[in-house]
């Protein structure tokens, strides 16, 4: 047990990812995986009064679906890991009030699938939880009031942009059961090159993807082709077409083995959906839809999934900053 | 190395807090604790722009301070968790931007000195990390204006208010060194008995300070009196009362072990601090500050860190909600 390299956390008791659940909303349960999702909703309030409140509920939908799948009740729950894009996290904060789980408290963007699941296995493989779960969702409508207009306004969006996702995934590791275990960990550092346009997020966050990924394979001696997926979280059209390019300079083709949840999500053609979707609810149900459905019946073995976030405010790109980008990577592998 | 009971758990290697450093604003430099600060500046702006970048650079100095105190550089820790009251955690984000060292994002309100702290150690324990560092920060004007009014606006405070702390604190975890250990943690659960008045923070956390310290005593097998020193995190005067009632109603003195961090920092009566101090930087500056240095020099052996926080935000609370409060428990104990 312990660390290889600079960055990466090996695991000597890889949890087991026992149970997943994804919800979402009317426009992902019209897009190429609706499928996937364990529940799709049709109103956007989710019976709510608010988006905020919809947002918390579609959340703690998720955790409880996932672990009625597990066969767990909240008190077999050691602890939870949760955050969402809501000012002061209130979406998880709201969605994990009354199930009595110990709760942690997280912030990392959109990479906030990643990073949960990172430190939920870091806690179940050393010995501190025998179930822990890793919770995070977004919603459109609390997204764009929050970090860019009124939805009344009805402002125009340009081509790099993204579409905040409206769903919700939910992932319960465990110390024992069957399924995909996760073996190692890589979280990320902060990178920043100067990327202001918040209209372009991709662009801001494939640095600290290929920052992530390439210490990844140093630290760990993979090739990227030890995968049979490297999935990023939400860099969307024109993030992937960077970090692609980036490991083209290095002297490695990534193109054959690498999707983003940003651009399975939506069909960007028919949904408008721009560069593609967004969000912490982005990469969270598709890896607990789509993807852990295809780990769990063999059609996917060992999977990369390296979740991006941007780590600015609305307050900070209003003081000329630059947006800073992580990415946390996690290495799922199947039987 | 695990669990004990429904919360706690154990640090089989239990790390050092191998070194610490607090930095303070103006007001706080010219309270009680004004010896105990490694820095105090007399700029609300810290010599940036604005008082947000003030907060970021605050953070950075706090963890600069400290990792100088422990002759490591950036490169020498493994992973930082750190998080702040700004929206998007921009404060710790920015603070953290620059030092290339693997970052884990957190949001916990007040109580996210005690939960870096409570996830460094696991970190360490488990052989994650060899050296991690916990580090969180609050500024009066930021939270101010994002929180409640702009200052211009010279808005009055009712008695039960709390006064936000412009301070940041370090602490620098490590596998080896001398110093205190942190031995187990105690993460805290969602508690909201449905206050909702925003000027008594106060009053929303103490029922969530009492439940973590109870379940923390109930599953270590430990009396309130184990401990030399029962610190929790920005209660103030009212919540202190409530919490200090709350164990007398269970048959439990706390009062001469007990004190805040809140009721520190302040000297209530001549700094017109209301019902005291609030903020991540509260608990930070008070620990990694006075408390550290007492414990130390072996004026203090054995002291449970519980901070608090309310995980409300204005939008939940504009939409009617109550304030969920969280509180988080390590317990550090000296040679």
């Known amino acids: 047990m312990g660390r290889i390299g600079r960055q990466t956390i090996t695991l000597d008791n890889p949890p087991v990812i026992q149970a997943f659940a994804a919800v979402a909303g009317k426009k992902e349960g019209e897009g190429p995986l609706s499928d996937s999702f364990d529940l799709v909703f049709q109103d956007s309030f989710f019976g709510q009064e608010t988006w905020e409140k919809a947002e918390s509920a579609m959340l703690n939908r998720a955790l409880a679906l996932a672990l009625g799948k597990a066969g767990l009740d909240y008190k077999d729950v050691d602890c939870v890991f949760s955050g969402d894009l809501l000012n002061q996290c209130a979406g998880s904060a709201f969605g994990i009030r009354g199930t009595d789980i110990p709760f942690f408290g997280l912030y990392g963007a959109c990479s906030t699938m990643a990073e949960s699941l990172a430190l939920a296995s870091m806690t179940v493989s050393a010995g501190y939880a025998n179930n822990a779960a890793a919770v995070t969702g977004s919603h459109f409508c609390s997204a764009e009031r929050q970090f860019r207009m009124p939805l009344e306004y009805g402002g125009q969006r340009t081509p790099t942009a993204q579409w905040t996702v409206t769903g919700a995934g939910c992932a319960v590791l465990s110390r024992q059961g069957a399924g995909p275990k996760i073996t190692c960990v890589t979280p990320g550092r902060i990178v920043d090159l100067g990327i202001k346009d918040l209209s372009n997020m991709g662009a801001a966050m494939a640095p600290a993807a290929f920052d992530t990924l390439y210490s990844h394979f140093s630290d760990t001696g993979r090739a990227p082709d030890y995968y049979d997926l490297i999935l990023t979280g939400d860099l969307g059209l024109v993030g992937s077409g960077i970090l692609r390019d980036m490991f083209y300079r290095e002297g490695v083709n ?44 063999g059609g996917l073995k060992k999977v990369l999934f390296a979740a991006t976030g941007a780590l600015m405010s609305p307050v900070t790109s209003m003081q000329g900053e630059s947006i800073p980008g992580i990415c946390c990577a996690v290495s799922i592998e199947g039987e």
Chains 1, 2 share one sequence.
């Open 254 to 297: 990534i193109s054959g083995i690498h999707n983003d949840c940003g651009l399975m999500i939506f069909d960007r053609e028919k949904q408008d959906a721009h560069a593609g979707g967004s969000g912490c609810g982005c990469s969270a149900s598709v890896l607990c839809g789509e993807i852990m459905r295809k780990m769990r019946q």
